[in-house]
């Protein structure tokens, strides 16, 4: 069964950057996608960006062209690199994989955007 990781949260002022981490265990990690998804206080939990076993990615609106998703199999991680923060992209980040056993998810890292 894999097990998801996430880490790299923290507290950034508005136009910083972060670089989220999400590590597998299990030997399946790399043939299926993965997906970021966030959850802000009192929102529903929303996806952000997707990347596919060949590496094909998609994102959000609010965050296409500030974030980018990529993965490296040999380490069983996947990243989310995000730049150029808003406030509004303040929530806890969470990864995710719809395996044909069902969904796994991490455990969640805060992220926190504020002045």
């Known amino acids: 069964q894999v097990q998801l990781v996430e880490s790299g949260g923290g507290l950034v002022q508005p136009g910083g950057s972060l670089r989220l981490s999400c590590a597998a265990s299990?030997?399946?990690?790399?043939?299926?996608?993965v997906g970021w998804y966030r959850q802000a206080p009192g929102k529903q939990r929303v996806l952000v960006a997707k990347?596919?076993?060949?590496?094909?990615?998609n994102y959000a609106d609010s965050v296409k062209g500030r974030f980018t998703i990529s993965r490296d199999n040999a380490k069983n991680t996947v990243y989310l690199q995000m730049n150029s923060l808003k406030l509004e992209d303040t929530a806890v980040y969470y990864c995710?994989?719809?395996?044909?056993?069902?969904?796994?998810w991490g455990q969640g890292t805060q992220v926190t955007v504020s002045s």
């Open positions: 995710n994989q719809n395996l044909l056993s069902g969904t796994v």
């Open positions: 990347i596919t076993s060949g590496g094909s990615t």
């Open positions: 299990g030997s399946i990690f790399k043939l299926y996608s």
